[in-house]
């Protein structure tokens, strides 16, 4: 005869000084004990209620401002949609960062990392607060989450210039019909817009419908992307682009650098330089070109080939951010460099010696790639000779000497 399972009381726990308290008992089945767990993941499906259901001509608009054209689905719509944001497993040593399926989607993926790692490794305050870079780059699930709704909630409030943004979220009932000029892709026309002037707001609502951008095969990068698109506005992004027509993603799908400079700086610009530079003379109506207006939180270093075009004129406002936080772009290959000192972009002497970790969510990188950076030592290297990332790394620490530890060049 099977005996029966052991009974378990409630049992009075007593630490010195401190008053008794009960513990909660384990959960017999059978000959398992069953422990209480903590859900890793707060998360939830939650209905979409309230906002404005979208209009055909927003709908229009943004398939237009977003793709190039609203009235037939190609291979740049196929690209983005069902892609969300995922992260690696938790509390690994890639739990930090986001995964990508598609090359297309990866830089704006970088962009958003970015401003994750900002709040992963800067804004965490309290007594409680583990300083060790590496435990924080070991992010917990809930971390993770938390730190995702942050930089989703910086990048819109900055692309409505702190006064105002826009939340796209999808509903199950459609809203915009097929047309001569507009062919529903299963997104678009499901949306339902919330608007916040606080970003408190904005930020809690995030994080209410934070299922919307992390469901697997939903469409939170694109529900994020309209998001900055209506957050800017259609007015201010066609001023930002100096009255030029550009589509946000390129025919081969990857992002315009504009996005890139829209979601790091709020301002959709064409150009990388220091504040405004005029083309021209007198005589022929100099134009304004108007660059990065003020230091950004994340920065951006850029490197192309000859062939591409040559190297491109990046600003101290990018090449020196508040954050040691860079989004790298290898001709258009996307990564991200970080180093969890905070000092390295504020005291000069930090720069003479450090580490740089770099991360592109390549299927080449197979460990953490940590790359050494010496200013010191003065080396001339031939650009055709060198990595890419080196190339990159030169146009911020002219002639340092990189050292890959180990890890084979594969930028």
């Not at 930089?151 to 199950?172: F, K, N, P, T």
């Not at 001023?239 to 946000?248: A, H, I, Q």
Request: proline share 5%; charged share 20%.
């Amino acid at each position: 005869m099977k005996e029966a399972a052991p009974r378990c009381w409630k049992r009075p726990v007593c630490f010195l000084g401190v008053a008794p308290f009960y513990v909660k008992p384990p959960k017999f089945i059978g000959e398992r004990v069953l422990y209480p767990t903590k859900p890793k993941s707060s998360v939830q499906k939650v209905p979409v209620l309230g906002g404005t259901p979208i209009t055909a001509d927003t709908a229009l608009a943004l398939r237009r401002q977003v793709f190039g054209s609203a009235d037939l689905l190609g291979s740049t719509e196929n690209e983005w949609l069902g892609q969300s944001f995922v992260f690696h497993d938790g509390e690994t040593v890639e739990a930090y960062s986001l995964k990508m399926h598609k090359t297309s989607t990866k830089g704006l993926a970088m962009c958003v990392q970015g401003f994750i790692l900002k709040h992963l490794l800067f804004n965490r305050r309290g007594a409680r607060v583990v300083a060790d870079p590496t435990v924080l780059l070991r992010a917990t699930t809930k971390a993770q989450e938390e730190a995702l709704v942050g930089a989703l909630s910086d990048i819109l409030w900055r692309a409505g210039e702190r006064q105002h943004a826009v939340l796209c979220l999808a509903q199950e009932n459609i809203y915009v019909n097929d047309t001569p000029s507009y062919q529903s892709d299963g997104c678009t026309e499901r949306i339902h817009t919330f608007e916040f002037k606080k970003q408190d707001e904005l930020t809690f609502n995030l994080k209410k419908y934070l299922f919307e951008f992390l469901a697997d095969e939903g469409n939170g990068l694109l529900l994020f992307l309209y998001s900055l698109v209506l957050s800017r506005g259609f007015n201010k992004l066609n001023e930002d682009m100096g009255g030029e027509e550009v589509s946000l993603l390129c025919t081969n799908a990857i992002i315009h650098p504009c996005l890139a400079t829209l979601m790091l700086t709020g301002r959709a610009t064409l150009f990388l330089h220091n504040g405004i530079i005029y083309e021209g003379s007198e005589d022929t109506m100099a134009k304004p070109k108007t660059g990065i207006i003020t230091r950004a939180e994340v920065g951006l270093l850029v490197w192309r080939r000859p062939e591409e075009g040559g190297q491109v004129n990046v600003g101290s406002r990018l090449k020196t951010p508040s954050f040691p936080v860079w989004v790298t772009r290898c001709n258009d290959s996307y990564g991200i460099l970080f180093n969890p000192n905070k000092e390295l972009t504020r005291d000069y002497h930090a720069e003479n010696r450090f580490d740089l970790y770099y991360y592109s969510a390549s299927t080449n990188q197979k460990s953490a790639t940590i790359i050494t950076i010496d200013t010191r030592n003065q080396t001339v290297k031939e650009e055709y000779n060198s990595p890419y990332l080196e190339n990159l790394i030169h146009t911020k620490w002219q002639g340092a000497d990189v050292n890959w530890n180990g890890t084979a060049p594969f930028v």
